[in-house]
């Protein structure tokens, strides 16, 4: 028999499995289950970059590209940041086009954390960051946000968590899972912190364009003296519906933008070729679709917060994403049993908050890139649910529900 834990990595073996993958493997083995749990937009990739993508592959363009992406996709995307977000970059040494955004994060952690490094993460937020920092001999510190602060980094938070080791601050806005958003006033606070301790960002800005409200997205690296000092991730999943084609980019000063590709080269070689051309052609012409998708989320937004609020559980009203973060602390139940009893019972599957860090317990997270008619579905039984743990509660003892 052998013994698997002398060659596996230990680093590896220590982190805990996705808290999310869980409720979605118990989904897919029962019926009639409504699931709000998973950040995939419901909407078809719009037809121009499907149908971009259909021409490519009839002219036979299978091919490798270059390992930073094709020049012309590296070129778009520069015209797009200036665009958008008012940043320039230059094509071919500050833009590395990955495998999703998860890839460019990845890339980004390991060209930065070495071996008792810290890394700041702000929490709740993505499941991936810390397990990154870990398997690279890290350490991720939390940095928690509050729902009476409405997610945001509180300054002194930020500042009481720094030491001699802290390299890396995590900055995920607009946040996954809670959606909340900084604004450019705040920023400008938390920039003046980082470059007064010497720090490096990597801002996860993969919701950027799901911003709701007249301001619009603000990067973290248009704030001044930040730039130099900030990778910004991102991608066409969530903006443009292309999940599956799993196609991001990071965008940073040259010097580590150089390391990312040297370490997306020995693992990925280049980033799939037919997503890049229809990435092209989604930076060129999908507009009218980023704002017809927005305008649909937000309508999505207003009604699932409001039809949380009137079943009996708060929830800060998101300014970002496609989530909502309700607070389930009046059931008496931990995020986990929430999320469990809900699935077996009512067969509505949502996502323990304590999934995005400790800071998230006592929440769950609610996806409303679905349909409307999926959604009321979910708040019905999520509502009959509730009723039934009270009626639990008022008898003493345990209901069968």
Avoid at 202 to 219: R, V
Wanted: charged fraction near 25%; charge should be negative; aromatic fraction near 10%.
């Amino acid at each position: 028999m052998i013994d698997y834990s002398k060659f596996l990595n230990e680093n590896i073996i220590n982190i805990k499995p996705s808290g999310i993958r869980k409720f979605f493997s118990i989904a897919e083995e029962m019926d009639n289950v409504i699931s709000l749990g998973v950040g995939e937009p419901d909407f078809l990739t719009p037809w121009h970059i499907r149908q971009t993508a259909i021409d490519y592959l009839d002219r036979g363009s299978t091919r490798y590209t270059a390992n930073a992406g094709l020049l012309m996709l590296r070129e778009e995307i520069s015209r797009y940041y200036v665009r958008r977000f008012g940043i320039e970059y230059e094509p071919k040494n500050e833009i590395l086009v990955t495998v999703g955004g998860s890839e460019g994060i990845d890339m980004a952690i390991r060209s930065l954390i070495s071996n008792g490094d810290e890394a700041l993460v702000i929490e709740p937020s993505f499941v991936c960051y810390k397990p990154i920092i870990e398997t690279c001999g890290g350490k991720a510190v939390p940095l928690p946000t509050y729902a009476e602060n409405n997610f945001k980094l509180n300054c002194s938070v930020l500042e009481n968590a720094i030491t001699d080791k802290t390299k890396l601050l995590i900055f995920p806005y607009p946040n996954n899972p809670t959606g909340a958003v900084m604004r450019k006033a705040e920023l400008e606070k938390i920039a003046k912190i980082i470059i007064k301790h010497n720090l490096f960002v990597i801002s996860d800005e993969i919701y950027s364009e799901l911003t709701y409200g007249e301001e619009g997205h603000c990067s973290i690296a248009s704030i001044d003296g930040m730039r130099e000092r900030t990778v910004v991730i991102n991608g066409f999943s969530k903006s443009y519906s292309m999940t599956g084609w799993r196609l991001g980019y990071a965008l940073g000063p040259a010097p580590v933008i150089s390391q990312m590709t040297k370490l997306h080269q020995f693992a990925i070689m280049s980033a799939p070729t037919n997503s890049q051309y229809a990435a092209i052609d989604a930076l060129r012409n999908g507009d009218a679709d980023i704002k017809k998708m927005l305008n649909d989320y937000d309508m999505r937004r207003r009604f699932t917060v409001n039809a949380f609020r009137e079943i009996g559980l708060d929830s800060f009203e998101p300014e970002g994403a496609f989530y909502i973060f309700p607070s389930i602390k009046s059931t008496g139940l931990s995020s986990d049993e929430f999320c469990e009893r809900l699935i077996m019972s009512k067969r509505v599957a949502v996502v323990p908050g304590s999934a995005f860090g400790d800071s998230g317990e006592g929440y769950i997270r609610v996806s409303y890139c679905y349909s409307i008619g999926n959604i009321k579905a979910a708040i019905s039984r999520i509502a009959e649910f509730l009723d039934e743990l009270k009626n639990e509660r008022a008898n003493g003892g345990k209901a069968e529900i």
